[in-house]
T-cell receptor, first 113, second 113 residues
């Protein structure tokens, strides 16, 4: 079945550091790919998405590119802020049939001032 | 901006009791979902609902669970006889079409004692 693998956390960085959170997936066809963010005590918010190969999703300085050849959707940000501290989830929906999201385990990001 | 709402935010119940978790999806959305997140674990898909019937369910969604759209606005998840392992955060989500971005509510934290 479909699966999402993302780097385990916590990931601790200093403010203004460069961020990469790796995400790879297994799915048939061309799934849609998402990054969701969960701030402390809150629900899941869509951060960005990409629906086809080579698409780049971006939002709030975060970017991720849909790489079909490496089945990856790594999340990057050039300069993180303390307010970016949260749990980040990579997720997919398959191309056909089932429409429930398959999530990765989440990566806890901690940004220190 | 329209949002998904959920009630209650927290619920504590005794093992074996029935609970009903409530969600109000975004008003013009047609697809509705329930997910759960056991503390410290990944978000897991439970069920999707469209056109007044279940369109997909995971293996977690056994006979103890049921969903209903009792009126034009609410979408409910019922657990008939709660078990300790049902303790989790339950998220409702909705979207306008299957495989589009799903918008999540803030969640209901369920604790079964």
């Amino acid at each position: 079945g479909d699966s999402v693998t993302q780097m385990e956390g916590p990931v601790t960085l200093s403010e203004e550091a460069f961020l990469t959170i790796n995400c790879t997936y297994t799915a048939t066809g061309y799934p849609s790919l998402f990054w969701y963010v969960q701030y402390p005590g809150e629900g899941l918010q869509l951060l960005l998405k990409a629906t086809k190969a080579d698409d780049k999703g971006s939002n709030k300085g975060f970017e991720a590119t849909y790489r079909k050849e490496t089945t990856s959707f790594h999340l990057e940000k050039g300069s993180v802020q303390v307010s970016d501290s949260a749990v980040y989830f990579c997720a997919l929906t398959p191309q056909r049939g089932a429409d429930g999201l398959t999530f990765g385990k989440g990566t806890h990001l901690i940004i220190q001032p | 901006e329209p949002e998904v709402t959920q009630t209650p935010s927290h619920q504590v119940t005794q093992m074996g009791q029935e609970v009903i978790l409530r969600c109000v999806p975004i008003s013009n959305h047609l697809y509705f979902y329930w997910y759960r997140q056991i503390l410290g674990q990944k978000v897991e898909f439970l069920v999707s609902f469209y056109n007044n019937e279940i369109s997909e369910k995971s293996e977690i969604f056994d006979d103890q669970f049921s969903v209903e759209r009792p009126d034009g606005s609410n979408f409910t998840l019922k657990i008939r006889s709660t078990k300790l392992e049902d303790s989790a955060m339950y998220f409702c989500a909705s979207n306008g079409q299957g495989r589009e971005t799903q918008y999540f509510g803030p969640g209901t934290r369920l604790l079964v004692l």
